[in-house]
């Protein structure tokens, strides 16, 4: 069972007009993807174990694929389809390797403890706008937070509720605010990200009840053990909508420090971009610049420059 599967083999470029029949190629939800092979999901939900053509880029969690049957549960992926959204992750000087594909929800999860700067939030926050996925702020251990004290973290989280974010309070210990999340997951692709020790896996495990099952199951699907849970995997949830997730995703960091990507992960600068004197402005410290302006008028936190700025010059040595 452990052997390598067989490589459908083609002579260089050779198209071979009128070469075997194959079966009619499908398309296919990645449900996870182990490197030597990727789980995919059919029309019907049957899981099928299949290896790519060697020119087919490497599918993630999440991907949509078109795939043939090449057997019982068994099949190649033959085209890699266009991605909605993509989550990257820093891989080397300069490079960045996919985690996962297609989201479009981002849930940020912090907690009354352990305690977090709002520049984490920051990152978080931008990393979702620059790939388009829509965040959701979560306060995760509310049973944690006297009534003076919530009062303190929702007139904390004020400021980014006024920029167009939603804030959440759960506890995943009291079950309380689930059906918030789950509301807001229903129909979405989602993940989860946030420090260790915020409850993530703890909100996953409420949101999944039966993921121990289901993790069985494709450890089981894949011939690959348990301890492969370092890849993404996909989970449908109960109510509708998906889950992505795995401890390597959770704990991610944003990926770039290029100005014009980074500024765009500020959505209140949007208005402001186009304006500053320079076309190529940094926003740091050129004159005529419009966010800087904005920032001095008020009408951009001045913090959230201030996060911008340490995220582009942390590349600047
Ligand atoms: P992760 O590192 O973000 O995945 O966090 P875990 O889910 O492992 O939880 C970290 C710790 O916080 C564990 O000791 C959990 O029992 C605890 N925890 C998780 N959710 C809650 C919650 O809603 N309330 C409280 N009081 N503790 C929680
Ligand atoms: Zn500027």
């Not at 400021?159 to 210990?173: A, K, Q, V, W």
Request: overall charge positive; glycine content about 10%; charged content about 25%.
């Amino acid at each position: 069972m452990a052997g390598k599967p067989a490589k459908p083999r083609r002579p260089h470029g050779a198209r071979k007009p009128g070469a075997r029949e194959e079966p009619a190629a499908e398309t296919g939800l990645v449900i996870v993807n182990h490197g030597r092979a990727a789980l995919v999901e059919d029309a019907s939900g049957t899981l099928h174990r299949c290896t790519a053509r060697r020119n087919v880029p490497r599918s993630v969690s999440g991907d949509r694929v078109r795939w043939t049957p090449t057997g019982p549960r068994q099949g190649v992926i033959t085209e890699l389809l266009p991605r909605r959204t993509v989550l990257l992750r820093p891989d080397g000087p300069g490079r960045t390797r996919p985690m996962a594909a297609n989201l479009d929800r981002i849930i940020i999860v912090v907690a009354a403890r352990p305690s977090f700067p709002d520049e984490l939030l920051d990152r978080y926050l931008a990393a979702a706008e620059i790939i388009g996925a829509e965040p959701l702020l979560v306060v995760n251990k509310a049973d944690l937070l006297d009534a003076g004290r919530r009062f303190a973290m929702a007139e904390r989280l004020r400021p980014f509720e006024r920029i167009g974010y939603r804030t959440l309070f759960t506890s995943s210990l009291e079950r309380d605010g689930l059906k918030d999340l789950h509301e807001a997951l229903r129909g979405h692709t989602s993940i989860l990200v946030g420090q260790s020790g915020v409850g993530k896996s703890s909100l996953v495990q409420a949101l999944l009840p039966d993921l121990d099952i289901r993790t069985g199951a494709l450890s089981e699907a894949t011939g690959l053990g348990c301890h492969t849970t370092t890849v993404a995997s996909l989970y449908h949830l109960p109510d509708g909508g998906d889950l992505i997730d795995s401890p390597g995703v959770r704990d991610f960091d944003l990926w770039t420090c290029d100005p014009v990507e980074v500024a765009h992960g500020f959505r209140e600068f949007r208005d402001y971009l186009g304006q500053c004197r320079f076309h190529n402005c940094r926003h740091l410290s050129e004159p005529g610049c419009a966010i800087q302006e904005a920032a001095r008028s008020g009408a951009i936190a001045a913090r959230r420059l201030e996060s911008y700025r340490r995220i582009v010059q942390a590349e600047t040595p």
